[in-house]
């Protein structure tokens, strides 16, 4: 497998985990009964969502060979992640000055590490 398929598939994986993770921080204000709950999330989302990252920074930064671009890439999947959940979700706007900026420049460094 090429560097960038499996890198790629690190993103894959740091997104899945993103997405556990917003789900396990954020299931308080989607649904009530998750209000007052924070040691079921924590088993329910935080342990399959430790093992993804696990899994994506073990991938990443064994094809690139820096712990520091699996420390972005992750960053950036969850720049891009919590944007997007927490529009749709809790309606809360993204599009703002501040909360673009941050999506292009998260952007910028996926595709700075991937195929710079």
Request: hydrophobic share 55%; aromatic share 18%.
């Given at each position: 497998?090429?560097?960038t398929?499996?890198?790629?598939?690190?993103?894959?994986?740091?997104?899945?985990?993103q997405?556990?993770?917003?789900?396990?921080?954020?299931?308080?204000?989607?649904w009530?009964?998750w209000?007052?709950?924070?040691f079921?999330?924590?088993?329910?989302?935080?342990l399959?969502?430790?093992?993804?990252?696990w899994?994506?920074?073990?991938?990443?930064?064994?094809?690139?060979?820096?712990?520091?671009?699996?420390?972005?890439?992750?960053?950036?999947?969850?720049?891009?992640?919590f944007?997007?959940?927490?529009?749709?979700?809790?309606?809360?706007?993204?599009?703002?000055v501040?909360?673009?900026s941050?999506?292009?420049?998260?952007?910028?460094?996926?595709?700075?590490?991937?195929f710079?």
């Amino acid at each position: 497998m090429s560097p960038t398929v499996s890198i790629l598939i690190g993103v894959l994986v740091f997104t899945l985990g993103q997405i556990g993770g917003w789900f396990q921080l954020n299931s308080q204000f989607l649904w009530k009964w998750w209000e007052n709950k924070p040691f079921i999330s924590a088993v329910i989302f935080g342990l399959p969502t430790s093992v993804l990252f696990w899994y994506a920074w073990r991938t990443v930064s064994t094809h690139t060979e820096s712990v520091w671009s699996a420390r972005f890439i992750g960053s950036g999947t969850g720049f891009l992640v919590f944007p997007i959940l927490t529009y749709f979700l809790l309606g809360e706007s993204m599009f703002t000055v501040k909360t673009i900026s941050c999506l292009t420049l998260a952007i910028l460094i996926l595709l700075i590490q991937i195929f710079c």
